[in-house]
């Protein structure tokens, strides 16, 4: 057998990295080469002024003063009457409605069409980006975990069983994971992209502002950035939002009433589906110069 045969059944290490950052490329499509073609020219401070419009618009700046509140202590969690739970549904549901809208008129204005976005949830490809989205988040709380040292880390919420503030947070589960992927993650990456920002920029300053309202876990939020950025990559190399708002949800839904058993059922969840998610990472890029789509690129 030649040198040559030899080598190519064998690629080096250098070819394997080259092959997988050539796949990536391909993938690469939020640009104006790609979904953003015919998109009107955005300049970086109209994209910046979008994105911090949105953080402020969805009542997360809100968060990020409330998550210092409890880290310094002039913020305490009280356990609200029935009526101010409804106000809060209501205010939830009404951040979901714009986020919505939003959403919408985005891909309008930007002329994306809306199946390069929004692709069906139940297929085969979006069942491999929510478990992905759902290894994202094991990495991310499993860095939180680590970063603790093995210290209780918990959302900050009043010890309420009753049934309407149960109903609560499943609103604010839906409210979060809609309103989050959408107007803190997909759209400012339209709007980053759109003004030609680089990745590198876009995933450091959209993880800066995931993380900032995250801060009431201390020094163990820090984990939580893996998550973040994680998100963006996915985001980026799929163009698939639904999946990853499902799973955010998924995450998200607490059920106080039900003590501990709900935490043990959504936990049991997201771990079996990020093992999943590392099989759906390793067979989606193959690392052989002769793969198929390599060949289809040539």
């Known amino acids: 057998m030649s040198k040559s045969n030899t080598r190519d059944e064998k690629p080096t290490f250098?070819?394997?990295?080259?092959?997988?950052?050539?796949?990536?490329?391909?993938?690469?499509?939020?640009?104006?080469?790609?979904?953003?073609?015919?998109?009107?020219?955005?300049?970086?401070?109209?994209?910046?002024?979008?994105?911090?419009?949105?953080?402020?618009?969805?009542?997360?700046?809100?968060?990020?003063?409330?998550?210092?509140?409890?880290?310094?202590?002039?913020?305490?969690?009280?356990?609200?009457?029935?009526?101010?739970?409804?106000?809060?549904?209501?205010?939830?549901?009404?951040?979901?409605?714009?986020?919505?809208?939003?959403?919408?008129?985005?891909?309008?204005?930007?002329?994306?069409?809306?199946?390069?976005?929004?692709?069906?949830?139940?297929?085969?490809?979006?069942?491999k980006v929510f478990a992905v989205a759902c290894l994202a988040t094991f990495l991310g709380f499993g860095a939180?975990?680590?970063?603790?040292?093995?210290?209780?880390?918990?959302?900050?919420?009043?010890?309420?069983?009753?049934?309407?503030?149960?109903?609560?947070?499943?609103?604010d589960a839906f409210r979060a994971g809609i309103?989050?992927?959408?107007?803190?993650?997909?759209?400012?990456?339209?709007?980053?992209?759109?003004?030609?920002r680089p990745w590198t920029e876009i995933i450091i300053v959209l993880t800066v502002i995931r993380w900032s309202f995250h801060a009431y876990y201390g020094i163990p939020s820090l984990?939580?950035?893996?998550?973040?950025?994680?998100?963006?990559l996915l985001f980026r190399y799929t163009c698939s939002i639904l999946p990853i708002i499902a799973e955010h949800i998924l995450f998200d839904l607490k059920f106080p009433a039900m003590g501990d058993t709900m935490p043990l059922i959504m936990g049991s969840l997201i771990a079996a589906a990020a093992i999943y998610g590392i099989y759906a990472v390793s067979n989606s890029i193959d690392p052989s110069p002769n793969n198929k789509r390599s060949k289809a690129a040539a």
């Not at 809208?101 to 390069?116: A, C, D, Q, S």
């Open 14 to 127: 250098r070819e394997h990295i080259h092959n997988i950052r050539g796949q990536l490329a391909l993938r690469d499509i939020i640009s104006h080469d790609g979904i953003l073609r015919s998109a009107p020219q955005m300049a970086p401070l109209t994209a910046y002024a979008l994105t911090i419009g949105l953080f402020f618009a969805t009542g997360h700046a809100t968060g990020v003063y409330n998550a210092i509140g409890y880290l310094g202590g002039w913020i305490h969690v009280s356990q609200d009457p029935p009526a101010i739970l409804v106000q809060g549904m209501i205010r939830q549901s009404g951040y979901i409605a714009f986020a919505l809208i939003v959403f919408v008129l985005t891909l309008h204005v930007l002329r994306i069409p809306r199946g390069n976005i929004a692709q069906p949830v139940l297929t085969k490809r979006s069942w």
């Open 144 to 171: 939180l975990a680590i970063i603790s040292g093995g210290d209780s880390v918990a959302f900050p919420q009043p010890d309420d069983r009753s049934a309407i503030y149960s109903l609560s947070n499943v609103v």
């Open 179 to 196: 309103t989050e992927e959408i107007c803190l993650m997909a759209l400012p990456v339209l709007f980053l992209r759109a003004a030609r």
């Open 223 to 232: 984990g939580l950035m893996i998550w973040a950025a994680a998100v963006i």
